[in-house]
């Protein structure tokens, strides 16, 4: 390898065929959903507990979660409806109950999960096109 530009596309080949079959092997599919992490993990980023302060790391991996399962929503229509008021410790709490009340089901995806969970408490009767 005698150009830099030779070594750069070596180094990008590598680190990008890297990051890809890591990504592969880390992603898997639990629950109905493919996902980087499961319940359990996601109980351990919400403190192991249904109640109490809402740790940081647990609302925003639940708000971002929210987020994206209402952009994903194949047919339009998303499968909770949220209040227009709510917060992100008020779906962290709706989340931790359900995981406390449901730990048969933290072994899978945590996107699943939150899914689940928001479905369960945020109903609708005619959920709202996208």
């Given at each position: ?93 709706v989340v ?23 479905a369960a ?6 959920a709202p096109?996208?």
């Amino acid at each position: 390898m005698n150009s830099p530009r030779m070594l750069a596309s070596a180094l990008f080949m590598t680190l990008g065929l890297s990051s890809a079959s890591y990504a592969q092997g880390y992603q898997r599919l639990i629950g109905e959903s493919v996902s980087y992490e499961t319940g359990n993990r996601l109980w351990d980023f919400c403190g192991n507990r249904s109640d109490g302060p809402v740790p940081q790391a647990c609302w925003l991996y639940i708000e971002g979660a929210s987020d994206g399962i209402g952009l994903q929503a194949a047919d339009g229509r998303a499968p909770y409806c949220l209040p227009p008021a709510v917060r992100a410790d008020q779906l962290a709490d709706v989340v931790r109950k359900y995981l406390s009340d449901h730990p048969e089901l933290r072994d899978k995806g945590a996107v699943w999960l939150v899914r689940k969970a928001l479905a369960a408490a945020f109903t609708c009767a005619t959920a709202p096109t996208m």
